[in-house]
């Protein structure tokens, strides 16, 4: 399985129909600097290597509390869905407090493949959030993924991939819950 392959499997290649997609603006690979970032990349004190597991989160452009709550649910979810490629197992009350819908289910899919095929993965994950929307209990974003994941034994000289995702996500009581997403884009960008 190459880079890119797994990449999309990280991203999901979901396209659900019954969810439009948000508009938050600008090409899928343009940057938005409207905001100030809330949180910095852990590039310079974690390494993001083709070895480990680890799911680091990039630099999280919000303008209020609740934008930052909406970018925390987005990371947050890719780090129990990563997690869950990693360990081929899918933690069901983790997922359950991160996902919902279409989000959950593929997870939930790609796993059993991994499992049914015998595959295992490593490598690290970058995710970073350019821009959210929030419209009442509904919120939208777009990120890039930087993904160092590939086959377990490939001795972790995978090329970065990327990955530019837009997703929706449902306010649940005090929580934000990812609900469906779209990879828009695989050209560079910035988590």
């Known amino acids: 399985m190459t880079s890119a392959a797994l990449l999309l499997a990280l991203a999901g290649c979901g396209d659900d129909k019954t969810t439009p997609e948000p508009n938050l603006g600008g090409?899928?690979?343009?940057?938005?600097?409207?905001?100030?970032?809330?949180?910095?990349?852990?590039?310079?004190t974690e390494p993001f290597d083709g070895e480990g597991d680890e799911v680091h989160a990039g630099r999280i452009k919000a303008g209020s509390p609740a934008e930052e709550a909406v970018g925390q649910a987005w990371v947050d979810y890719w780090?129990?869905?990563?997690?869950?490629?990693?360990?081929?197992?899918v933690d069901a009350d983790a997922l359950g407090r991160v996902a919902r819908g279409g989000a959950l289910q593929e997870?939930?899919?790609?796993?059993?493949?991994?499992?049914?095929?015998?595959?295992?993965?490593e490598g690290d994950t970058r995710v970073g959030v350019t821009d959210i929307e929030i419209a009442g209990s509904s919120?939208?974003?777009?990120?890039?993924?930087?993904?160092?994941a590939g086959p377990a034994g490939s001795g972790g000289d995978e090329e970065t991939s990327y990955a530019t995702i837009v997703g929706a996500l449902v306010q649940e009581g005090q929580q934000w819950l990812v609900e469906t997403i779209t990879v828009t884009g695989d050209k560079r960008c910035t988590a």
Do not use: F
């Open 27 to 44: 090409s899928p690979t343009e940057e938005s600097s409207a905001t100030t970032p809330t949180s910095d990349a852990t590039e310079a």
């Open 79 to 89: 780090q129990v869905r990563v997690t869950a490629y990693h360990k081929t197992r």
């Open 107 to 121: 997870v939930i899919d790609y796993v059993g493949r991994l499992q049914t095929d015998g595959t295992t993965i």
């Open 139 to 148: 919120a939208a974003v777009k990120s890039c993924l930087q993904s160092k």
